[in-house]
């Protein structure tokens, strides 16, 4: 029989809703459902609720298994290590981190304990696939605990060049818990061989070819694998008659305008949502006669409300959607269209379906999944997709969408203006190159 495969990730892939447990949403979720049925899959995280203690239950064919968290845990592990250092390290620095030794003190003590969990329902020779920045100490207490299990890590977000990298004070420390693994992968190139760089420097890795690196003796193998997503169902939603009439319903509710511009974002000082809006005010000053034949609709998803900067981050963006909504607004006519919410997947595709360009304009991203959402959900192979050349995504899309530089707001702008320009035929030719390429490399291909 085929060992066991145990997911190690922050949270569990169920939430709490209308007094039942119901598997959250994402193609990661869904893709890796069938895989731990045939193989007797556990998946190990935290249930959601800061200080409750649960018991293992069963869900979805998966056994779901709880790792507690309290309050102080929540606030020096997660808010504190994970999205005060961590985060903003690897997204480079674009926010300066911070670096507290009780932060760290509860980043190991929650590292262990993700791994004790593991251990407790591993296989001898299981397979232990742990997830992201949250849990990179794991891979070395799960092999301290069952030598003999097999262990993958998958890092969702950037990892850091060498010389931001060497900031963290703890950088050694790290460096082990990934190097524990069997496979340690990335979203692009460009990570993994930070990475192998950073294990030469501070282990005294050396590269083997061909993806490995030596560490102390073991042999890990490195490697790019972008994450992809579920093709088949955003193409299935776009293509419903009930998606296209609200597509059509949200166009007129807009004023039918002649182009209709699409942000999709958490609200994160990576996105670059107030670089974006920079760049949309000097298209709207130099064209101010023409801006009512095109509309622009940021959707900001909450996210970390408690945590300062992102509060400094909120208020920032709607006083600058204030101002420019101020400036240039007409009777009946608004020129940005601010959600601050969650949409469901339904009204999100919707959204997708309406909008005749697509801004993806982050500082740095791991690899960007509304990028390609918005590609699948082109049934009418229209569209165009404006991308940083600083998301992961760039690295697979690059043949098809616009690439910009995020920090050039001028550039930014003059290819926002390229894109309300573009004859259909060139559309039509990108999208399908845009559309091949998410197809072919969908989640379940990763």
Not at 193 to 205: D, K, T
Not at 387 to 392: I, N, P, Q, R, Y
Not at 410 to 425: C, P, V
Not at 435 to 442: I, L, P, S, T, Y
Request: with cysteine; charged share 25%; proline share 6%.
């Amino acid at each position: 029989m085929d060992s066991r495969i145990v997911v190690v990730a922050n949270r569990l892939p169920v939430r709490w809703a209308d007094d039942r447990w119901e598997t959250s949403p994402g193609g990661l979720v869904r893709a890796l459902v069938p895989i731990l049925n045939e193989r007797r899959g556990a998946w190990v995280g935290w249930g959601g609720v800061a200080g409750e203690t649960m018991e293992p239950f069963g869900h979805d064919g998966i056994d779901q298994i709880p790792v507690a968290l309290s309050e102080e845990d929540l606030e020096d592990f997660y808010f504190g290590f994970c999205n005060g250092t961590l985060w903003p390290l690897y997204h480079d620095a674009v926010v300066t981190p911070d670096f507290h030794r009780h932060w760290w003190r509860a980043y190991e003590r929650v590292n262990r304990r993700y791994a004790e969990a593991v251990a407790e329902v591993i296989d001898p020779d299981g397979i232990a696939w742990v997830q992201d920045y949250q849990l990179q100490l794991a891979p070395q207490y799960i092999r301290d605990l069952a030598p003999r299990t097999k262990i993958g890590f998958y890092l969702h977000i950037p990892f850091p060049p060498v010389e931001l990298f060497s900031r963290l004070p703890w950088r050694t420390d790290i460096l082990r818990g990934l190097a524990s693994a069997d496979v340690v992968a990335f979203q692009t190139r460009r990570s993994a061989e930070n990475f192998i760089r950073c294990v030469r420097r501070y282990l005294g890795g050396v590269p083997q070819g061909q993806g490995t690196i030596d560490v102390g003796g073991r042999l890990v193998r490195v490697q790019r694998a972008p994450i992809g997503i579920d093709v088949d169902e955003f193409h299935q939603l776009a293509a419903s008659p009930e998606i296209q009439a609200k597509a059509a319903r949200l166009r007129e509710d807009l004023g039918k305008p002649d182009k209709l511009i699409l942000g999709v974002d958490r609200l994160d000082y990576t996105k670059g949502i107030d670089v974006r809006l920079k760049a949309v005010d000097t298209l709207l000053a130099w064209s101010a006669e023409h801006a009512d034949r095109y509309e622009f609709v940021q959707v900001a998803v909450p996210t970390r409300e408690s945590v300062p900067a992102y509060q400094e981050l909120r208020e920032r963006v709607e006083g600058m959607v204030g101002r420019i909504n101020g400036e240039y607004a007409r009777p009946g006519w608004s020129p940005i269209h601010y959600l601050h919410r969650s949409l469901p997947l339904e009204d999100l595709v919707t959204y997708y379906v309406a909008a005749d360009i697509m801004l993806v304009t982050p500082l740095r991203d791991g690899m960007n999944l509304v990028a390609k959402e918005y590609v699948a959900s082109r049934i009418d192979h229209d569209g165009v997709l404006i991308l940083s050349e600083f998301a992961g995504a760039a690295g697979q899309l690059h043949n098809g969408a616009l690439l910009v530089n995020p920090f050039d707001i001028q550039g930014l702008a003059d290819t926002i203006h390229s894109a309300l320009t573009m004859k259909s035929e060139e559309r039509l030719a990108r999208m399908r190159k845009l559309r091949r390429c998410v197809a072919r490399q969908n989640v379940f291909w990763w």
